[in-house]
């Protein structure tokens, strides 16, 4: 079996991310210099989010959805164009009081390169009064879930980024 230190980033991310999804870039999603632009990125991740609440929940409602982005950061490494294979793998991070954050990596599949790194912080959110609230035990369980296991509590005690 070959050594996982000899992965390539690409496969060491499929190692270490229990969730990803596929997309391929469409000519909307480019600028000016035929790559995709940079806020379409957080789209991505969106749809990312989207494949892992469908992980936990067994059906796809978002209206029931009790969270809002708080932050999101994006750190470009390499183009992506149309035609490539954008691959998003996701995780979560911690799950704090009110709020939890997911880490992001995105691949060029034919490629193998990294295109990017992301964060989004997530507050879990009470629409009705129109504030934050706890995280909900069933979102917490369902995240849990997902991830194979307790998840840190806060930043501090957060899984590091990986790159």
Known sequence: MADPADASPLEQAARRFRVWTDLEPRFRDTDAMGHVNNAVYVTYLEVARQEYWARFRSAADYSVVPFVVAHVSVDFRRPVEVGDLVRIFLRTRYVSTSSFAMDYEIFEVKSGQRAATAKTVLVT?????????????????????????????????AIPPTC
């Open 125 to 157: 959110y009470d629409w009705e009064n129109g504030r934050s609230m706890p995280v909900p035990d069933w979102v917490r369980a369902g995240l849990e879930a997902v991830e194979g296991g307790p998840l840190p509590k806060s930043p501090g005690e």
